[in-house]
């Protein structure tokens, strides 16, 4: 039997199976079972003859595997053709939608994170918001599959939302227009202190090749790095071998994650290979609770192995792994099979990661009242007798025509082949990226001056 990983809508983790003929029974001649394939077929066909209007039968069966498997847990479902088709299209990182990753949570639709810069980021739909309405319906009765169809659509057209948010007494309605989503999961660009920032929105087929590259890219820009801040804040996840190559970047040995099924035997355990792309930088990892799935593999093997210093909030808890198993050409099912642990043995189903250290999402702000004095504003306080040299120094740099001159002298000069940010107009006003970037400032120092 063929193994390949897939991804499909719902913050999930997924392996896909290639069809291999129908599975012998395990419970043949049970009369249980026979008994309630049974009553299946009675109201099946009493249905059929006495419904108040006609039904299709390929419909019926449709909706009652749909059913029977969104009954089981969150992230079991059924997909028709041409959801199948649209998740096979959703892996190579391009549909047409809103871009969101979504989950049914009480007969609604939850919001794992919208995906960065797309029109569900940009209109600020938040992870934890749950869709109560697509135009004006209630989605109350529709399934995941038929929520995330109505939500998708011609590029260009519009559609409204409503939100159920925590915190907020009445109803958020919001006009979005429908795009097609073409999801770079990697982006990065130097910080303060020639320390790399890396972004990781989801975990597409080229993951680990894009982290890789815009790796090398800052560090040729750099010429020395110091220290590294992988971002998985709101990663809703994706494909399982690119959780274990990603983390495989930053390991050089030891197990990464282990997947654990109904039998003792469906054990599977992925290690590391010796070297590691950042040789040994100081490394802090950003989590939130849009953290999800393979963003949650990459966190917990990187904070078990000491690897990494997990900054931010708790994760959201996806520990478990989904099997896709096409279905006689006419779709495919999406069905829980394994959970997944960390190197330590950890699940963290329903639990997440908890952050080594916890940073809340805050704002910066000076406090108000007038500024203390200091030895230098006292009327006849001595001299620095460095103050000679730095006044000259000074007034070089005044004269100085360079441009960069002018601005931050702590602040990197742009460099050709920038890699560009588009969230760094935003950055003054992140204040868990501002922790990580001190502790990593903070590292730094500490193991020059040991080396000293």
């Given at each position: 039997?063929?193994?390949?990983?897939?991804?499909?809508?719902?913050?999930?983790?997924?392996?896909?199976?290639?069809?291999?003929?129908?599975?012998?029974?395990?419970?043949?001649?049970?009369?249980?079972?026979?008994?309630?394939?049974?009553?299946?077929?009675?109201?099946?066909?009493?249905?059929?003859?006495?419904?108040?209007?006609?039904?299709?039968?390929?419909?019926?069966?449709?909706?009652?595997?749909?059913?029977?498997?969104?009954?089981?847990?969150?992230?079991?479902?059924?997909?028709?053709?041409?959801?199948?088709?649209?998740?096979?299209?959703?892996?190579?990182?391009?549909?047409?939608?809103?871009?969101?990753?979504?989950?049914?949570?009480?007969?609604?639709?939850?919001?794992?994170?919208?995906?960065?810069?797309?029109?569900?980021?940009?209109?600020?739909?938040?992870?934890?918001?749950?869709?109560?309405?697509?135009?004006?319906?209630?989605?109350?009765n529709l399934s995941l599959n038929e929520a995330v169809?109505?939500?998708?659509?011609?590029?260009?057209?519009?559609?409204?939302?409503?939100?159920?948010?925590?915190?907020?007494?009445?109803?958020?309605?919001?006009?979005?227009?429908?795009?097609?989503?073409?999801?770079?999961?990697?982006?990065?660009?130097?910080?303060?202190?020639?320390?790399?920032?890396?972004?990781?929105?989801?975990?597409?087929?080229?993951?680990?090749?894009?982290?890789?590259?815009?790796?090398?890219?800052?560090?040729?820009?750099?010429?020395?790095l110091t220290g590294v801040v992988l971002d998985l804040?709101?990663?809703?996840?994706?494909?399982?071998?690119?959780?274990?190559?990603?983390?495989?970047?930053?390991?050089?040995?030891?197990?990464?994650?282990?997947?654990?099924?109904?039998?003792?035997?469906?054990?599977?355990?992925?290690?590391?290979?010796?070297?590691?792309?950042?040789?040994?930088?100081?490394?802090?990892?950003?989590?939130?609770?849009?953290?999800?799935?393979?963003?949650?593999?990459?966190?917990?093997?990187?904070?078990?192995?000491?690897?990494?210093?997990?900054?931010?909030?708790?994760?959201?808890?996806?520990?478990?792994?989904?099997?896709?198993?096409?279905?006689?050409?006419?779709?495919?099912?999406?069905?829980?099979?394994?959970?997944?642990?960390?190197?330590?043995?950890?699940?963290?189903?329903?639990?997440?990661?908890?952050?080594?250290?916890?940073?809340?999402?805050?704002?910066?702000?000076?406090?108000?009242?007038?500024?203390?004095?200091?030895?230098?504003?006292?009327?006849?306080?001595?001299?620095?007798?460095?103050?000679?040299?730095?006044?000259?120094?000074?007034?070089?740099?005044?004269?100085?025509?360079?441009?960069?001159?002018?601005?931050?002298?702590?602040?990197?000069?742009?460099?050709?082949?920038?890699?560009?940010?588009?969230?760094?107009?935003?950055?003054?006003?992140?204040?868990?990226?501002?922790?990580?970037?001190?502790?990593?400032?903070?590292?730094?120092?500490?193991?020059?001056?040991?080396?000293?």
């Amino acid at each position: 039997m063929m193994r390949r990983l897939s991804l499909a809508a719902g913050a999930a983790l997924f392996v896909l199976l290639e069809p291999a003929g129908a599975a012998p029974p395990t419970q043949a001649g049970n009369a249980d079972t026979f008994k309630a394939l049974n009553l299946f077929a009675e109201v099946f066909d009493r249905v059929r003859s006495d419904y108040v209007e006609p039904v299709k039968d390929d419909e019926l069966v449709e909706n009652a595997i749909s059913g029977m498997l969104t009954s089981l847990d969150p992230h079991s479902s059924y997909m028709n053709a041409k959801a199948y088709k649209d998740m096979q299209v959703d892996t190579h990182g391009e549909f047409g939608g809103l871009g969101l990753e979504v989950v049914q949570d009480q007969g609604l639709v939850k919001v794992i994170s919208p995906i960065d810069d797309t029109p569900s980021a940009k209109a600020g739909i938040k992870a934890g918001d749950y869709i109560v309405a697509l135009d004006g319906d209630p989605i109350v009765n529709l399934s995941l599959n038929e929520a995330v169809e109505k939500m998708r659509g011609a590029p260009g057209t519009t559609i409204k939302i409503t939100l159920r948010r925590e915190g907020e007494p009445k109803p958020i309605d919001l006009t979005l227009t429908r795009a097609i989503i073409k999801v770079a999961s990697v982006r990065g660009h130097l910080e303060r202190e020639n320390i790399a920032y890396l972004r990781i929105s989801s975990f597409k087929e080229q993951t680990s090749t894009e982290l890789e590259d815009t790796f090398k890219k800052l560090k040729t820009q750099a010429g020395k790095l110091t220290g590294v801040v992988l971002d998985l804040r709101n990663d809703p996840g994706g494909l399982l071998d690119q959780a274990i190559a990603v983390s495989d970047d930053f390991l050089d040995r030891g197990e990464i994650v282990s997947t654990r099924g109904r039998r003792p035997e469906d054990v599977q355990r992925y290690n590391a290979h010796p070297g590691e792309m950042t040789n040994g930088l100081p490394v802090v990892i950003l989590i939130n609770g849009g953290t999800a799935s393979a963003s949650e593999i990459v966190a917990g093997a990187l904070q078990d192995h000491h690897r990494a210093v997990v900054l931010g909030t708790k994760s959201f808890g996806k520990g478990s792994v989904q099997t896709i198993i096409p279905v006689l050409g006419q779709g495919a099912m999406r069905l829980t099979t394994a959970r997944y642990f960390t190197p330590s043995g950890r699940s963290i189903q329903a639990k997440g990661i908890e952050p080594d250290i916890l940073v809340e999402p805050a704002k910066i702000e000076k406090i108000g009242g007038a500024e203390r004095l200091h030895e230098a504003d006292l009327k006849g306080a001595l001299k620095n007798p460095d103050d000679a040299s730095k006044a000259a120094a000074t007034k070089i740099s005044a004269t100085s025509k360079d441009p960069a001159a002018a601005k931050d002298p702590d602040a990197a000069p742009p460099m050709p082949g920038d890699v560009v940010d588009p969230t760094a107009s935003a950055k003054a006003d992140d204040y868990q990226l501002s922790r990580a970037l001190d502790l990593l400032k903070g590292v730094s120092l500490f193991n020059t001056r040991a080396v000293d």
